[in-house]
């Protein structure tokens, strides 16, 4: 029988165990982007929209941190949406979710109506062009409320440490790599040929493939230092932007509209 049909929850806890085995210390920079939320909405129940938020981690996090949050977690990806939907149902009209493409700049029309106090992202960003991030971070102001906060987690390195940065990465790889040869964690290809073996996302597998036919294989991650982003959130018309968090070679930026 169906792992996804015995228990839908073990897929989100597989998604999050696949990302913190490439990512250590994601929960550091949730939890940074989560202050931000509360530091901008006094700890209240925040509107959040989780961008290009997969299976809803944050969104799970934002919910068991402020009970009276509501969320819209927006993604394409046929197969994480299946998972958030799964995750987010027992919430009831507190989540939303949205399937949008980020490339068109039509996503925003997609959103209920309402603004939003924060939108936050992480690592996933970086599969879009430097002319499209930036485009998308004026349209992402335009749906924050004034005062309202977004914040961006991705692979930013640190632009005045260049050697040491690529032997961070170095580093990164080889830990990682150990644990997948141990078993410890599941790696992203093998996590992924185990949700196309699932009976219920298989389906959502092959719906994805005609979507991104070639992205994972041939495309190539975008990843500019902090300060560009920085940059882009200024221009894109945020009144204040910069650093939240950062851990070796990735970073949190976030801008305040």
């Known amino acids: 029988m169906s792992a996804y049909l015995n228990n839908p929850a073990v897929w989100q806890e597989s998604w999050d165990r696949q990302q913190e085995a490439f990512m ?23 509107r959040l929209l989780d961008l290009a938020g997969g299976t809803g981690s944050i ?11 509501q969320v819209t977690v927006l993604d394409q990806d046929p197969v994480l949406l299946t998972i958030a939907e799964s995750s987010l149902h027992t919430f009831g009209d507190r989540a939303t979710i949205v399937d949008a493409d980020l490339s068109d700049p039509g996503w925003r029309a997609k959103l209920p109506a309402e603004g ?6 992480a690592t996933a ?8 991030v930036s485009a998308l971070y004026a349209e992402i102001r335009e749906v924050l409320r004034p005062g309202g906060v977004f914040a961006n987690a991705d692979h930013m390195p640190e632009e005045g440490l260049p050697e040491l940065s ?14 997948y040869a141990s078993g410890a964690s599941t790696s992203w290809p093998d996590w992924w040929a185990r949700a196309a073996a699932d009976p219920v996302l298989a389906p959502k597998a092959v719906e994805r493939e005609r979507i991104y036919p070639k992205r994972e294989h041939d495309a190539e991650e975008w990843t500019p230092p902090a300060s ?8 894109g018309g945020f009144r204040e932007a910069g650093v939240i968090w950062r851990g070796g ?8 509209r």
Request: proline share 5%; hydrophobic share 50%; charged share 25%.
């Open 24 to 46: 250590p210390d994601r929960e550091h920079r949730l939890e940074a982007m989560l202050d931000a939320v509360a530091a901008v909405t006094g700890g209240g129940a925040p």
């Open 59 to 69: 969104s799970l996090r934002t919910l068991a941190r402020f009970p009276g949050a």
């Open 116 to 121: 939003f106090d924060a939108v936050l992202t």
């Open 125 to 132: 960003l970086h599969w879009l062009p430097a002319a499209r």
């Open 166 to 179: 690529v032997k961070l990465r170095d580093h990164a790889r080889v830990q990682r790599e150990a644990r």
């Open 228 to 235: 560009w982003h920085v940059s882009a959130l200024l221009t």
């Open 249 to 256: 070679t990735d970073a949190a930026v976030a801008g305040v």
